[in-house]
Structures are given as structure tokens and as C-alpha cells.
């Protein structure tokens, strides 16, 4: 009985609408927080910050901001690397052509900008859904990567195609190590999952979820169909558009248009549906899932001694991966967070069976 509920009385209404309301996860959440900003800096290396830890952080946010429109909304959405583009290059933009902007303002303005563009192509989701919903959203991301390709007014007139971004600089700190950058990805996700959790939460998550289940039935209560889609639409592509400028300017440092290609909507879309749909931690845990899994089966060889040349280890990387998930949809559908919670169940009535 780890995971023991009797006795915590809940004596007020803010109590009772705590976002964490039983001990054991505000002392779970504590203990993650300060592993991540205090201990995981002390302990870890360069390769292990900009491998691992800053692309985790990034898609975690990205992955958050898809899951809000398919996840809470229900609306399908293939052009999440577009919309990732859009943040981008608007941060981008934004910096180059206002001198002395603030980079945290220039990520925010970024993702006002995607927001107004994820709104735009959210429009056919007022007639239709599903399958067509989702080659709507995929001509999204063909017509942004078009654009992003063609127009040189968005690269600065580069003749390569190729940007590099200004360096990051807050109230004259400058974030050039990975250690800042870790800590700056870090601060922003956590703002981030702490708003999107309390948006879920309210009015707004219940008229989005209203929607996702049946959107005839919601109408008839007095919900507007259109509110519901375009807000799903627009707060989802404002949390992309900041990853967006995350990967770009913190991670990458350098682009081009290929950095944003189908295959990065496709892998965030993975990630929301390995780590569970309508789920602020299997957003973080399908982010954790996609980030780790190729690293760790491209090391094992090494571990164990075993002499594979690099082309090889990349077929057997891809093929490994895609064998994993489909099993791993098969056992568990609902993704990793639901193993999270058949754990809580668990730990509930340990050590009685039931």
C-alpha cells in the first residue's frame, strides 16, 4: 500500500480542485523536479545534454501541443512539422529584423504567429474529419515546406537555403552551453505542462472533449462546434510553434527546411499515440520513448562486443523500432501512460492481489 489515499481529507474547495491532490504525486512531481533542474545538471555530460536531454525536452512540448488537438479535440493533424517550421522561422524573423528583441518575446511572438496559421488551415475542420481531416492537415505541411523552400524573404535571402540562428540572450546571460539551454528547455516545458494541465482542466478541455466524443451531441447543449476546433486548433499550434523555435534556435542552431520535413509530423504523431492520447504525462513519456529508443538500439552492438558495420545497424535500428511499436500497440493500446496508471492501481492494494 505505497500508494495510500485513506486519511488525506480534503477540506477546502481548493483542495479538492488541486491539480496534484494526493500527496504521494505532489512528492513524486517534487522529487522529478528536482532530479531535473538540480541533479541531471551536476551528473551529466555534454554528449548526454545534447543527444538526449534537450531533444527530449523540445518534442515533449511539441508532442504536448499535437496531443491537445488530437488527444483532448479529436482532430487528426499530420502537419505538425509545418506548423514547427512556422515557429521557426518566425523566431527567426523576428530577431534578424527587430534588433534587441527579447528571445524569450521572439519564441512567444513565434508562436502567436503559428497560432494564426494553425488557425487558418484549422478552418476545413468545420467540414470535415477523420482521414480527410488529417490529408488536409498533410497538405498543410507540403504547401509550409514549399514556402519555406521557394521564398528567400524568410531565409534572409540566403543563397544556400540554410539559416543560422542569433545566439540566445536574457537579461545579459548568455544560454551557449548545454547546460543553460537544458535548464532554459527545461523551465519552459514545465510552464507549459502546468498551463496546458489547468487548460485541460477548466471549461475549455471539457468543450474540447465534448467535441472529441460526439460533436452532434455537444451542439445540441449548447457548445459551438467552431469555438471548440479553433481553439483546439490555435493553442495547440501556439505550444508547436515555441517548440518550434526551440529546435530551432536552441538545438539545431542551424536549419534548413528539411529539418521540418514529414517525417518529424509523423514521429510527434507516434509519440502522442505511444505515450497515450488525451495525456499530459504520455506526452512526456511517448517524447522519452521516440528520443531514447533509436540511441539505445543503435549502442547495444557496442555494448556487447559485437562488430556490425554502420549501414547495417541502420536497418536493423529502423526495423527494430518499427517491430517495437507495433508490438507495443498491441500489448498496451492506450498507451505508456495507462501503464502508469495500472502501476497506481497496483501500488494501491500491494501486497494483496485485490
Not at 491539480?19 to 522529487?31: C, K
Not at 541533479?39 to 496531443?67: H, K, W
Not at 543553460?180 to 507549459?192: D, S
Not at 479553433?230 to 536549419?255: D, K, N, R, Y
Request: proline share 5%.
Amino acid at each position: 500500500m505505497f500508494y495510500r489515499e485513506a486519511g488525506q481529507f480534503k477540506t477546502s474547495y481548493g483542495a479538492d480542485q488541486a491539480v496534484f491532490p494526493i500527496l504521494q504525486d505532489r512528492v513524486f512531481i517534487a522529487l522529478w523536479l528536482a532530479i531535473g533542474f538540480i541533479l541531471v545538471p551536476l551528473v551529466s555530460t555534454e554528449y548526454l545534454f545534447r543527444a538526449i536531454f534537450i531533444p527530449f525536452l523540445i518534442m515533449s512540448l511539441a508532442a504536448l501541443g499535437l496531443n491537445l488537438l488530437v488527444g483532448y479535440c479529436g482532430q487528426l493533424s499530420l502537419g505538425t512539422g509545418g506548423f514547427m517550421a512556422v515557429g521557426a522561422y518566425a523566431a527567426y524573423n523576428l530577431s534578424v529584423r527587430i534588433p534587441g528583441l527579447n528571445p524569450l518575446v521572439a519564441f512567444l511572438l513565434a508562436g502567436g504567429v503559428t497560432t494564426v496559421v494553425g488557425i487558418v488551415f484549422g478552418i476545413p475542420s468545420l467540414r470535415i474529419r477523420g482521414y480527410y481531416l488529417a490529408v488536409a492537415t498533410l497538405a498543410a505541411q507540403f504547401f509550409l515546406d514549399w514556402v519555406f523552400s521557394r521564398v528567400a524573404w524568410f531565409t534572409n535571402n540566403s543563397p544556400s537555403g540554410s539559416i543560422t540562428a542569433p545566439p540566445i540572450t536574457l537579461f545579459s546571460l548568455t544560454f551557449e552551453t548545454p547546460v543553460k539551454k537544458y535548464l532554459l528547455c527545461l523551465a519552459i516545458l514545465v510552464l507549459f505542462a502546468v498551463v496546458a494541465k489547468n487548460i485541460v482542466r477548466g471549461r475549455i478541455g471539457r468543450v474540447w472533449m465534448a467535441t472529441r466524443d460526439m460533436d452532434v451531441a455537444a451542439e445540441i447543449i449548447g457548445i459551438r462546434p467552431m469555438y471548440a476546433k479553433l481553439s483546439a486548433f490555435a493553442v495547440s499550434s501556439f505550444f508547436i510553434g515555441v517548440a518550434g523555435a526551440l529546435w530551432a534556435s536552441v538545438h539545431l542552431g542551424s536549419w534548413e527546411p528539411l529539418a521540418f520535413d514529414i517525417n518529424r509530423s509523423f514521429s510527434i504523431l507516434f509519440m502522442v499515440i505511444i505515450g497515450g492520447l488525451s495525456s499530459i504525462l504520455g506526452s512526456l513519456l511517448g517524447a522519452a520513448f521516440i528520443t531514447l529508443l533509436p540511441l539505445l538500439l543503435n549502442q547495444l552492438p557496442q555494448w556487447f562486443g559485437i562488430a556490425i558495420s554502420t549501414a547495417m545497424i541502420s536497418h536493423l535500428e529502423s526495423m527494430i523500432f518499427g517491430a517495437l511499436i507495433v508490438f507495443f500497440l498491441i500489448v498496451e493500446p492506450l498507451g505508456l501512460a495507462r501503464l502508469w496508471h495500472i502501476g497506481k492501481e497496483k501500488l494501491r492494494l500491494w501486497p494483496f492481489p485485490y
